[in-house]
């Protein structure tokens, strides 16, 4: 694990009085920057997998383009997760659909979705409320997890109260 992540999970065991096993199954397990991100090769990949299901987190978090060989790699032993829209979640909402869709088709269980921050930037609640609700929708009719990231350090407080709408079917 790198050094990032095993700060991270001390600190979150520490503050639910948990044991490193309990606060993993919690977490997601993700490459850690950036550059890993970009640069990741099927061996890094794999590695990462062996780390998931070692030490038992919720799921692993890839890049798309590995989730079918991670899938097939991991044998059903750890929930396969990927990012739609990542960076930033400028990607017009049907992009993110489909995108959400074929890595659903490829075995994926968990959807990380950026919201467009562009549109919450200008005020428009709506486009972003609509682009949530598709993309829940693609994942429920698939028995799949949707989370919703929210970048707010580009957020105001008032745009981080994003009202909330029941999106499930």
Same mark, same amino acid.
């Given at each position: 694990l790198?050094?990032?992540y095993e700060d991270s999970l001390q600190a979150l065991c520490a503050a639910l009085n948990r044991d490193v096993p309990c606060a993993c199954s919690l977490l997601p397990i993700s490459l850690s920057t950036k550059d890993d991100?970009?640069?990741a090769e099927t061996a890094d990949i794999r590695a990462l997998c062996d780390d998931g299901i070692?030490?038992?987190t919720a799921s692993v978090c890839i890049p798309a383009s590995y989730v079918r060989q991670?899938?097939?790699y /991991?044998?059903?032993k750890l929930p396969i997760c990927t990012v739609i829209g990542f960076p930033h979640g400028a990607h017009h909402a049907? /992009?993110?659909v489909f995108e959400a869709q074929r890595a659903l088709d490829d075995g994926c269980k968990e959807l990380d979705m /950026?919201?467009?921050i562009g549109a919450m930037l200008a005020g428009d609640e709506n486009y972003v409320q609509d682009e949530i609700a598709r993309l829940a929708q693609a994942a429920h009719d698939r028995d799949a997890i949707l989370k919703v990231i929210l970048e707010t350090c580009y957020l105001n407080d008032e745009q981080k109260k994003l009202k909330q709408k029941s999106h499930a079917p």
């Open positions: 790198s050094p990032a991100r970009e640069t070692r030490f038992g991670a899938k097939l /991991v044998g059903g049907d /992009v993110k /950026v919201i467009n």
